[in-house]
């Protein structure tokens, strides 16, 4: 004997056993204002670092002879305080700089003002970057030499393949 499901045209709802319907619940007050739940996502980085819309987020240095990359500046996070931060990343140091002045960097290196920002990127700058020659030079072209005091790392001399001789990192 085939049983016909009974007519269902007349519930919009499912019916619960106790007979309540299983309405909509209604927890949207009218008068409170929704605040933007898209909370997730706090600023982004580029907003945060001062860059437009789809800049890259990476700039790097490469060798004047060989091409390779020398240097990286990065927009993001710094590994030491897991803080938003411009990233540098050189031939010998690593070095967290303030989110804030990414842009004004990121803009001289696309101009190619290396030497600028050398000059304004902490108190060492950019150790691939040779003052002299005006160029960046890679861990293969850049002599580096480092000094040892009584056996502690003392400091990292660096030669240009000119000859230009400097202190990278003290
Ligand atoms: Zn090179
Ligand atoms: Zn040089």
Not at 105 to 111: E, H, P, T, Y
């Amino acid at each position: 004997m085939r049983s016909t499901a009974p007519p269902t045209g007349s519930a919009p709802w499912p019916v619960a056993a106790n007979g309540t319907r299983c309405a909509i619940p209604s927890t949207r007050s009218s008068g409170s204002r929704t605040v933007c739940g898209a909370r997730s996502t706090s600023p982004g980085l580029r907003a945060e670092a001062g860059l437009a819309d789809g800049a890259p987020l990476l700039h790097r240095l490469t060798c004047a002879i060989c091409g390779r990359t020398a240097v990286t500046l990065e927009v993001g996070i710094d590994p030491l305080s897991g803080k938003r931060a411009l990233v540098y990343s050189g031939l010998v140091r690593g070095e967290a700089f303030l989110l804030g002045g990414a842009a004004d960097v990121f803009a001289k290196l696309a101009q190619g003002r290396v030497g600028e920002v050398h000059g304004s990127l902490g108190v060492e700058g950019i150790d691939a970057y040779c003052p002299d020659c005006d160029r960046i030079y890679c861990s293969d072209h850049y002599l580096l030499q480092a000094e040892y005091d009584e056996g502690f790392y003392d400091c990292t001399l660096g030669t240009c393949p000119e000859g230009h001789r400097r202190m990278i990192d003290d």
